[in-house]
């Protein structure tokens, strides 16, 4: 399982080269503008995941943004900058110009920072066969705890999402090929989170820390 096409940036800023295509989500404080997004997923409409400042650095005139449903209205910021935008809804699975993806929702048990009733999402992208999840803001889900998945990028930051050591709860029931921690070291969680995520996953999951910065 190669995961070197896939790059975390910060939070749940995240880039996936696959060949030619580039698909980013989340972009969030990028450091510099390729402008070469052929799709642009975005979780939620929270300011560290739908950042009209970062979608002008990644997007271009092929770009395929993608959005919760609930999001239509706010995505039209930004319809300038990219060829399309798409909507999605929670538990459905859809194909947007060759891009095979399934929603899972995305939502808090107990708080209200992510409410279920929002419509947020987390995707499950599939490419060259693979299964990558990239579970978005959320806790430890009925809908997560059934996900199927080679590589899984999950929040440990804790306060808004899962900490560390729920997340590797979720990884090990789910039981991916590999995980990486995301959503920690910058606004919420300390830079330790990810060791710990390390420490509590089961030896037979291979957990990658990919956080740029």
Same mark, same amino acid.
């Given at each position: 399982?190669?995961?070197?096409?896939?790059?975390?940036?910060?939070?749940? &800023?995240?880039?996936?080269?696959?060949?030619?295509?580039?698909?980013?989500?989340?972009?969030?404080?990028?450091?510099?503008?390729?402008?070469?997004?052929?799709?642009?997923?975005?979780?939620?409409?929270?300011?560290?995941?739908?950042?009209?400042?970062?979608?002008?650095?990644?997007?271009?005139?092929?770009?395929?943004?993608?959005?919760?449903?609930?999001?239509?209205?706010?995505?039209?910021?930004? &319809?300038?900058?990219?060829?399309?935008?798409?909507?999605?809804?929670?538990?459905?699975?859809?194909?947007?110009?060759?891009?095979?993806?399934?929603?899972?929702?995305?939502?808090?048990?107990?708080?209200?920072?992510?409410?279920? &009733?929002?419509?947020?999402?987390?995707?499950?992208?599939?490419?060259?066969?693979?299964?990558?999840?990239?579970?978005?803001?959320?806790?430890?889900?009925?809908?997560?705890?059934?996900?199927?998945?080679?590589?899984?990028?999950?929040?440990?930051?804790?306060?808004?999402?899962?900490?560390?050591?729920?997340?590797?709860?979720?990884?090990?029931?789910?039981?991916?090929?590999?995980?990486?921690?995301?959503?920690?070291?910058?606004?919420?969680? &300390?830079?330790?989170?990810?060791?710990?995520?390390?420490?509590?996953?089961?030896?037979?999951?291979?957990?990658?820390?990919?956080?740029?910065?």
């Amino acid at each position: 399982m190669i995961t070197k096409d896939i790059e975390l940036f910060t939070q749940n &800023s995240i880039r996936i080269t696959e060949g030619d295509r580039r698909i980013y989500i989340d972009p969030f404080q990028m450091r510099r503008e390729p402008n070469n997004a052929d799709f642009i997923l975005i979780t939620h409409n929270h300011v560290d995941h739908f950042s009209p400042r970062d979608i002008e650095k990644v997007a271009c005139e092929r770009t395929v943004l993608v959005v919760p449903e609930a999001m239509a209205d706010k995505a039209e910021e930004v &319809s300038h900058l990219v060829a399309k935008i798409c909507t999605v809804k929670p538990g459905e699975y859809y194909t947007f110009d060759g891009l095979r993806l399934e929603t899972v929702p995305a939502y808090n048990i107990g708080k209200d920072f992510h409410p279920k &009733s929002a419509g947020w999402v987390g995707y499950i992208v599939m490419i060259a066969g693979h299964r990558i999840y990239i579970a978005g803001d959320t806790d430890e889900t009925a809908e997560a705890l059934n996900v199927i998945c080679d590589i899984a990028l999950v929040p440990v930051g804790g306060t808004y999402t899962m900490d560390a050591r729920e997340a590797a709860r979720l990884i090990n029931i789910i039981h991916p090929k590999i995980a990486i921690p995301t959503h920690y070291g910058s606004i919420v969680g &300390s830079k330790t989170a990810a060791e710990t995520f390390r420490d509590c996953v089961d030896t037979s999951v291979k957990v990658e820390v990919k956080m740029l910065y």
